[in-house]
């Protein structure tokens, strides 16, 4: 509750501190800040159904009502001296993660469509309902250092293992024989990242000094690979491949994306 009012004192001084400055400097110091911190604001992990980094800055009017229906403190508003746009709620998990509540109640309340329900939709075979399901939600991806990680050194630790929601899923043990020794083993924890939803319980749980594992935004730590890539062995590819061909036998444009595919289709 302490942490809650404190939330609730920041944001009466950032009122306070809005209206005071009068409606210019107001202006320009928004303005400024948002300017200056939106490469800064690309690592900062935001709360469950956010909207892509550009559009949940531009959406978000810092009304503070998602903090406010957070039960865990979890989620705070941002201060000039956070790095990122003043007044949006982002999340630090190595000081409180996100619980993963089951009924997201951060999220439906939200009146301005920066967390938007539809991103953490439950599926009821494959249709999507209107309800929110918190395993849907992808506010950034466990990394781990395998350098710092006491696991990867054979000594026995699986705080992060145990710490993790998604039990057995997110993260999984590998278990590896220590060739040299013979006698000693490892048990390597291993992120999977289609899973994983960012909560960063793992990150809180981590027993190293700085934190082994910890969570980075989506978009900062994921690679993107050209849609022209196939894999051959992929049923799904096997079917992209298909369609393309098909749609090269109907339509024949130099300039349109086959370009792209010619040396497969060609081939065959
Ligand atoms: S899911 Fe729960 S713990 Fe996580 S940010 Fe939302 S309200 Fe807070
Ligand atoms: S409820 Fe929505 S608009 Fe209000 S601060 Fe949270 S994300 Fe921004
Ligand atoms: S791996 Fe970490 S961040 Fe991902 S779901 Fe598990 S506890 Fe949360």
Redesign the pocket.
Known sequence: MAAKQNMNSRRDALKTLFRGAGLLSLGGAVWGSTAVTLKASELTLR??GALDEYHFVKACIRCGTCVE????D??QLATLDDHTAIGTPF?KPRLIP????TD????PVCPSGALDVKKIAKQNDGVKTGKPD?NKAKMGVAMLDQEACLAYWGIQCDACYRACPLFGEAITLEFKRNERTGKHAFLKPVVHRDICTGCGLCEHACVTEKAAIFVLPRSVATGKVGAHYIKGWDKDDEERLRNLKEKKTEESSPEDELNDWEYLLDDE
């Open positions: 709360p469950p229906a957070c039960p865990y979890t989620l999340f996100c619980y993963m509540c997201v109640p951060c999220v918190i």
